[in-house]
Nanobody, 125 residues
Framework: QVQLVESGGGLVQAGGSLRLSCAASGRTFSNYAMGWFRQAPGKEREFVGAIKWSGGLTYYADSVKGRFTISRDNAKNTGYLQMNSLKPEDTAVYYC??????????????????WGQGTQVTVSS
């Protein structure tokens, strides 16, 4: 089992920044991917980006490319989602997730095995 605990959400004005954290504990895997997703009210869960824990390869959705950055701290077993130039349309509940079986990063939420509880990000105009 892998436990994921997110933190760092909140309210920010458009153009501002937030950094979300996702602390992983429990069973560790050598090459899992940590993904970030978001879900706005009435919408489907949307892929934001992901990082392969071993090697640090990242992949982003077009909607956030150039504004969001995913990183990880191996010593703390924690992943981060740095969000800059936030827009009102970025408002959503943000989730981190772990995918432990695939070699490549997947953007499909059904492929992810473990999920955090979610944290609300609200961007005011």
């Amino acid at each position: 089992q892998v436990q994921l605990v997110e933190s760092g959400g909140g309210l920010v004005q458009a153009g501002g920044s937030l950094r979300l954290s996702c602390a992983a504990s429990g069973r560790t895997f050598s090459n899992y991917a940590m993904g970030w997703f978001r879900q706005a009210p009435g919408k489907e869960r949307e892929f934001v980006g992901a990082i392969k824990w071993s090697g640090g390869l990242t992949y982003y959705a077009d909607s956030v490319k150039g504004r969001f950055t995913i990183s990880r701290d191996n010593a703390k077993n924690t992943g981060y989602l740095q969000m800059n130039s936030l827009k009102p349309e970025d408002t959503a509940v943000y989730y981190c997730a772990a995918e432990i079986h695939r070699l490549a990063i997947t953007t499909s939420p059904i492929e992810y095995d473990y999920w955090g509880q979610g944290t609300q990000v609200t961007v005011s105009s």
